[in-house]
């Protein structure tokens, strides 16, 4: 499991909420959940999480409570870990 990259996570809420936003939007079309994964350089969790919450309630469900995420390291994204 990917540990939180030092710094790498601290962002507004501003800027979580459009994150999550902008990731279950790409879920949408059909994106793979890896490949937003990969895109938004967060880890299988936080994109199951954001998607799980979005089916549940959509926008109001998903912004109630960001839950967090973890950014990947180098390392991670190279190796395809989650």
Excluded: H, I, N
């Excluded at 507004?12 to 279950?24: F, N, T």
């Excluded at 799980?52 to 973890?70: E, I």
């Amino acid at each position: 499991m990917s540990e939180l990259v030092e710094g790498a996570g601290q962002l507004s809420l501003e800027a979580g909420e459009a994150l999550w936003l902008r990731a279950v939007a790409a879920l949408e079309p059909g994106w793979g959940r890896e490949d937003v994964a990969v895109v938004f350089q967060v880890s299988l969790r936080a994109v199951d999480g954001w998607w799980a919450k979005w089916l549940a309630g959509g926008r109001q469900a998903l912004l109630a409570r960001s839950g967090g995420y973890q950014v990947l390291g180098t390392a991670e994204r190279q190796a395809g870990c989650s």
